[in-house]
């Protein structure tokens, strides 16, 4: 198993940016593909971003494209999300999960989850 926690999250103005950090518990960090996603109030989780457990393959969100970057750092057992170009749509509850098999935006491939970071973005 692996235990998450995520930082990094707080109220930034549009057009700032945000790192988010997850870390995690466990000698087996480097065999889990990690993803990023969010919920904002009143609606559904959505998939953000994925990382591969070598940090060699990468998906985006098309909402996120171009804006955010994941990436991580097996020998910190920490998985990163560079927030860059905020908008107002982009608040939301984040979170980290992590996968046994392949970097994917699917959520149900994640059975591991951490408890959220709050980002909030002002216009």
């Known amino acids: 198993q692996v235990q998450l926690v995520e930082s990094g999250g707080g109220l930034v103005q549009a057009g700032n940016s945000l790192r988010l950090s997850c870390a995690a518990s466990?000698?087996?960090?480097?065999?889990?593909?990690m993803g990023w996603f969010r919920q904002a109030p009143g609606k559904e989780r959505e998939s953000v971003a994925a990382?591969?457990?070598?940090?060699?393959?990468?998906v985006y969100a098309d909402s996120v494209k171009g804006r955010f970057t994941i990436s991580r750092d097996n020998s910190k057992n920490t998985v990163y999300l560079q927030m860059n170009s905020l908008k107002p749509e982009d608040t939301a509850v984040y979170y980290c999960?992590?996968?046994?098999?392949?970097?994917?935006?699917?959520?149900?491939?994640?059975?591991?989850w951490g408890q959220g970071t709050q980002v909030t973005v002002s216009s």
């Open positions: 990382i591969s457990w070598s940090g060699g393959s990468t």
């Open positions: 999960a992590a996968s046994g098999g392949i970097a994917t935006l699917r959520s149900p491939e994640y059975p591991y």
């Open positions: 466990g000698r087996t960090f480097s065999r889990y593909a």
